[in-house]
C-alpha cells in the first residue's frame, strides 16, 4: 500500500512539474539510438545524458563534443534543453547533432520530465 501511494505521489509531482515521465520514456526512444540515461550511461553516437540537468554543456569526459558545443558556456537548464530540442543549431550553432528538433510542446515536457525522474 506504502508503494503505491508513492508511486502515485511520484507521477502526481513529475506531471505537476510538466510532463509525463512515462510518455517522456516512451518518447526518449527517438533519442536513444544516440543518448543513454541511466547509472550506467556511456557516450557513444551522442553524449550520455544522465544528469544532464544542471550540467555544464560540452563537459562528460567520455565524448568527443564538436568544439562549437565544447566551448559552449552555459549549464543546461530546463528552460536551454527546451529550446535546443526544438532547434538545436539555433541554441548552439556549430554543433555536431544530426537531429531537426522536436515539434511538440507536450513531447519535450515529457522527456523533460523523464530526464528529471532518471536523476
Known sequence: MAALALMLSWSTATHAAGGD????????????????????ARGGFGPQLQGVIGRRAGS???????????NA????TEERLRAFMKSPGDVV???????????????????????????
Open 60 to 70: 562528460t569526459n567520455d565524448f568527443k563534443y564538436s568544439s562549437a558545443m565544447a
Open 73 to 76: 558556456n552555459f549549464v543546461w
Open 21 to 40: 515521465a512515462v510518455a517522456g520514456r516512451a518518447a526518449f526512444a527517438k533519442c536513444a539510438s544516440c543518448h543513454q540515461v541511466g547509472p550506467s
Open 93 to 119: 550553432p556549430g554543433n555536431k547533432m544530426r537531429f531537426w528538433g522536436i515539434g511538440s510542446e507536450r513531447q519535450i515536457d515529457d522527456i523533460l520530465a523523464y530526464l528529471r525522474s532518471t536523476r
